[in-house]
């Protein structure tokens, strides 16, 4: 079957470290999403791909970057990890623009 | 500015009742809509969605959507316990940019 992966489940990083978190899809979706949950600001976008080689900023991108080199994988990386960016990160996939989108498990990340 | 709006509750209904769940959107030339349920811990789980002005109906799950007054809502028919969960409103403000999510209304059926 197919699926949309992520990890780590969970990551507890330094500050000023850099952070990389995996997000595999065997879906053959062009469309990735990286969004940030934090209680009483819900989903937000971080960044998002429309294809190989097309990534694009979201409404909360800065300290964060992704590069698509292939249509399975989005990573995401913390340039230097900040306190702030302690959250879930839920990775997304869908096939049209106009679909809804099929979420991974999510990475709690913890930067003390 | 593109904003979803849902009252974040919690919503509390007893067991077999119906639950209401609602949501404006700013932006009346939106394209579709969705509706995500996220139990505590998990990631969000797509249940409905609806692309044209009136209802759309999913064994116990309803969405209504009326483009004019920028609202579609969620009905959820002889709730049980399990349905306890939060509930995401989405919406495609246009086919190029990514979804837009509220902040979620936090559902509770009492048995």
């Known amino acids: 079957d197919a699926e949309i992966t992520q990890s780590p489940r969970h990551k507890i990083t330094e500050t000023g470290r850099q952070v990389t978190l995996a997000c595999h899809q065997t879906?053959?979706?062009?469309?990735m999403f990286w969004y940030r949950q934090d209680l009483g600001h819900g989903l937000r976008l971080i960044h998002y791909?429309?294809?190989?080689?097309?990534?694009n900023k979201g409404e909360v991108s800065d300290g964060y970057s992704v590069s698509r080199s292939n249509t399975e994988d989005l990573p995401l990386t913390l340039e230097s990890a900040a306190s702030s960016q302690t959250s879930v990160y839920f990775c997304?996939?869908?096939?049209?623009?106009?679909?809804?989108?099929?979420f991974g498990s999510g990475t709690r990340l913890t930067v003390v | 500015q593109k904003e979803v709006e849902q009252n974040s509750g919690p919503l509390s209904v007893p067991e077999g009742a119906i639950a209401s769940l609602n949501c404006t959107y700013s932006?009346?030339?939106?394209?579709?809509f969705f509706w995500y349920r996220q139990y505590s811990g998990k990631s969000p789980e797509l249940i409905m969605f609806i692309y044209s002005n009136g209802d759309k109906e999913d064994g116990r799950f309803t969405a209504q959507l009326n483009k004019a007054s920028q609202y579609v809502s969620l009905l959820i028919r002889d709730s049980q316990p399990s349905d306890s969960a939060t509930y995401l409103c989405a919406v495609n403000f246009s086919g190029n940019t990514p979804l837009v999510f509220g902040k979620g209304t936090r559902l509770s059926v009492i048995a």
């Open positions: 879906w053959n979706h062009n469309n």
């Open positions: 791909s429309y294809g190989v080689q097309d990534t």
């Open positions: 932006d009346r030339g939106s394209q579709s």
């Open positions: 997304a996939s869908s096939e049209t623009r106009l679909d809804g989108y099929t």
